[in-house]
């Protein structure tokens, strides 16, 4: 399974953007890279996903680099809302979480 | 709400006492997820279904550990003779599978306090 690497916490003023990075070096070619993030005292909440090719949702922009060892979720204006953890997984059977990034918006 | 329902949300019990939670997921999903997390940590799976089969298990599934989905809708995970070490948050997630199976639609957990 590969595995993956966040920062264990980042900082964002709120309105602007959140640019959360994450390395999975050893991905697979066929393995997608998905994004969830956690609210105190809620369950994991599903944001975004990708293969190659940078994608985008209401909720966020993703950025895949061309070699797919790494990635960036992109929250384009942060809000005190999006104080969360947020987990970056390379998609196996069962998901795979790690510990996350915790990102703390402030005002 | 057309959710993951999960029951009870707290359960205290005293150690060597049985437990049963239950989950019940979005309707037309057909794969079901057990996760536990503890605190600080992120979720950890345990096992899932494909309608009523489990198809996997995790190595953290002890034998004390039962899940069952009988009819491929609910389902119940059982801890057996609890251990203050179980005490965490058992979270259930579904997803419609195939191209989607990694979206996954978490319930708001049951929270176990073995005293």
């Known amino acids: 399974d590969a595995k993956t690497t966040q920062p264990p916490s980042m900082d964002c003023a709120e309105g602007r953007a959140a640019n959360l990075p994450c390395n999975h070096s050893t991905i697979s070619g066929n393995e997608y890279v998905y994004w969830y993030r956690q609210i105190h005292s809620q369950g994991p909440q599903y944001i975004i996903h990708g293969l190659k090719n940078n994608e985008t949702n209401e909720m966020a922009s993703l950025i895949i680099t061309e070699d797919r060892k790494s990635s960036t979720l992109i929250l384009p204006h942060a809000t005190l809302r999006d104080t969360a953890v947020y987990y970056c997984?390379?998609?196996?059977?069962?998901?795979?979480f790690g510990t996350g990034t915790r990102l703390q918006v402030t005002l | 709400d057309t959710g993951v329902s999960q029951d009870p949300r707290h359960k205290i019990t005293k150690r060597g006492q049985n437990v049963t939670f239950r989950c019940d997921p979005i309707?037309?999903?057909?794969?079901l997820y057990w996760y536990r997390q503890t605190l600080g940590q992120g979720p950890e799976f345990l096992t899932y279904?494909?309608?009523?089969?489990?198809?996997?298990k995790s190595r953290l599934l002890s034998d004390r550990f039962s899940a069952e989905r009988p009819k491929g809708s609910f389902s119940t995970l059982e801890i057996q003779r609890t251990e203050q070490g179980d005490s965490a948050m058992y979270l259930c997630?579904?997803?419609?599978?195939?191209?989607?199976?990694?979206?996954?639609?978490f319930g708001e957990g049951s929270r176990l306090t073995v005293l």
């Open positions: 309707s037309e999903h057909n794969r």
């Open positions: 279904f494909q309608n009523e089969a489990q198809l996997e």
């Open positions: 997984i390379v998609k196996t059977v069962g998901l795979t």
């Open positions: 997630a579904s997803s419609l599978g195939g191209i989607r199976d990694g979206e996954l639609f």
